[in-house]
């Protein structure tokens, strides 16, 4: 699939008039380097995740040999390289002996206007606790499972789950199996601003990546900050960079072992203190005030207008 898609990506940019091009992700720059080579102009690779390190390559190790030749081959070359996380810029800096690889946080760009769902909307009791899982990456080693679980331990709460990934089939059948099909609502992929308001809507949302591969121990969850720009505190997995802003700012309870007891018990300590998490809420809303998209993009911006001058 990847190899075709690059084929059809070639052959579209080659036909494309351009000054400068981004590659957005390792899966990209085949076809992007190539072009923009043959062509002698500039590139950028933005690289959201360490790519060689995902779950779904780590443990095929042909799979993985080949996009760590297509990465040195075209990583050195690239006027600007740009990734999302201190950690993953540090490996990918001594991987390929590169020096400046650009941080560019996922940050979210300010919005306003956003309307929460009621309760009404979303078919939940007042009283029931609402919890969110979100994104399109709802995949293997991400937590889903145990989280399911923790739902079918903990009484008078609600879990919404809102994008899509490859774990989405396996947690649909285990709410089934566990007799909480009525307080697990799956809803698939919406708009940006839509799924804000699923959101603003929540009480807590959900981030519990696993440690079981190095992308996701460096990882910095884009769901964090979407979390945080409407207001909604976190109870997230202990993994460096999450950890780094859960508890530099304050906004959450973060859970050392993503395993369903440990989840419940970082529910139950969450709604435990209204006090706490209004403050857990507070703390979040003034993190999105001192970080977001425009002000993170400026620096890399500025690089790419002194290219193109």
């Known amino acids: 699939m990847y190899a075709w898609f690059n084929i059809r990506l070639f052959f579209y940019l080659l036909f494309q008039k351009a000054d400068f091009y981004v590659s957005n992700d390792l899966d990209t720059l085949l076809a992007t380097g190539l072009v923009a080579r043959l062509k002698s102009k500039p590139y950028w690779y933005d690289s959201h995740e360490y790519f060689t390190q995902v779950p779904e390559v780590v443990n095929r190790p042909f799979v993985q040999k080949?996009?760590?030749?297509?990465?040195?081959?075209?990583?050195?070359?690239?006027?600007?390289?740009?990734?999302?996380?201190?950690?993953?810029?540090?490996?990918?800096?001594?991987?390929?002996?590169?020096?400046?690889?650009?941080?560019?946080?996922?940050?979210?760009?300010?919005?306003?206007?956003?309307?929460?769902?009621?309760?009404?909307?979303?078919?939940?009791?007042?009283?029931?606790?609402?919890?969110?899982?979100?994104?399109?990456?709802?995949?293997?080693?991400?937590?889903?499972?145990?989280?399911v679980e923790a739902i079918s331990l903990v009484a008078n709460a609600h879990l919404l789950v809102v994008g899509s990934g490859d774990a989405l089939p396996v947690l649909k059948q285990m709410a089934k199996d566990l007799s909480i099909e009525n307080r697990v609502s799956f809803i698939p992929p919406v708009p940006y601003r839509e799924m804000l308001a699923y959101t603003a809507a929540s009480d807590v949302g959900l981030s519990l990546d696993k440690g079981t591969n190095m992308n996701y121990q460096f990882s910095l969850p884009n769901k964090i900050f979407d979390y945080a720009?409407?207001?909604?505190?976190?109870?997230?997995?202990?993994?460096?960079?999450?950890?780094r802003w859960v508890e530099g700012y304050d906004i959450g309870v973060l859970v050392d072992e993503v395993t369903p007891a440990d989840i419940a018990k970082a529910i139950e300590v969450f709604f435990s203190n209204a006090e706490k998490a209004s403050a857990y809420a507070t703390n979040a809303s003034r993190m999105i005030e001192d970080h977001n998209w425009n002000t993170e993009m400026a620096p890399v911006l500025a690089q790419v207008k002194a290219i193109l001058q």
Do not use: C, H
């Open 66 to 147: 080949s996009w760590r030749a297509i990465e040195r081959a075209f990583i050195g070359r690239a006027a600007i390289v740009s990734t999302v996380s201190p950690a993953i810029v540090q490996n990918l800096e001594a991987d390929y002996q590169l020096k400046d690889v650009a941080l560019v946080r996922n940050f979210p760009e300010p919005v306003d206007g956003i309307q929460p769902k009621s309760r009404v909307e979303l078919g939940v009791e007042e009283s029931m606790r609402l919890l969110i899982i979100q994104g399109n990456g709802i995949n293997i080693d991400r937590g889903g499972e145990e989280l």
């Open 229 to 243: 720009l409407v207001g909604t505190p976190v109870i997230a997995s202990r993994l460096q960079e999450t950890a």
